[in-house]
């Protein structure tokens, strides 16, 4: 019995030894800093999310008259539901936003939509103009020059 206490302890002795060895390794490690890093908000790689934040920002912000079906910030894929004008009810688009890079580059964007209309009571797949793709795209690297350039204050 006696022998089984003391491994106990010798057990608790070693943990509290290695948690010490590892505060002080901690303390060693952040004693090289001098100081934080300053941000540099005009850097074209402003995130915290998977992708470019003006980017995402802006192309949630084009989009936001449709019903999201998917929005995933780490992978940059934004997925709406079929939206359809009031105006017009008889069509519907639906449209997938991907940002495929950290930086603000109009390749690192990609969209792709699809268009139904109405004919016999059920909806049938129809063209999407390309000039209809490329107004969202020039809408949303617009928009995201213009967050960025607002972020810097200029």
Do not use: H
């Not at 022998?3 to 002080?24: D, E, P, Q, Y």
């Not at 008259?65 to 079929?82: K, Y």
């Amino acid at each position: 019995m006696t022998g089984s206490l003391s491994t106990g302890n010798t057990s608790k002795r070693l943990l509290v030894r290695v948690g010490i060895a590892a505060m002080m390794s901690l303390a060693l490690v952040s004693c090289g800093k001098k100081g934080r890093p300053k941000a540099d908000l005009a850097a074209s790689q402003v995130t915290t999310i998977g992708v470019n934040s003006y980017l995402w920002r802006a192309s949630l912000d084009a989009l936001s008259f449709m019903p999201l079906l998917q929005a995933d910030s780490a992978g940059g894929v934004i997925v709406t539901d079929w939206y359809a004008n009031p105006a017009n009810p008889a069509e519907r688009m639906k449209v997938t936003v991907t940002i495929l890079d950290q930086d603000l580059r109009a390749d690192a964007l990609r969209i792709a939509a699809s268009r139904q209309v109405m004919q016999n009571g059920g909806w049938v797949d129809a063209t999407v103009q390309a000039a209809t793709v490329q107004r969202l795209e020039d809408v949303i690297l617009t928009k995201a020059r213009d967050l960025r350039r607002s972020a810097i204050g200029g």
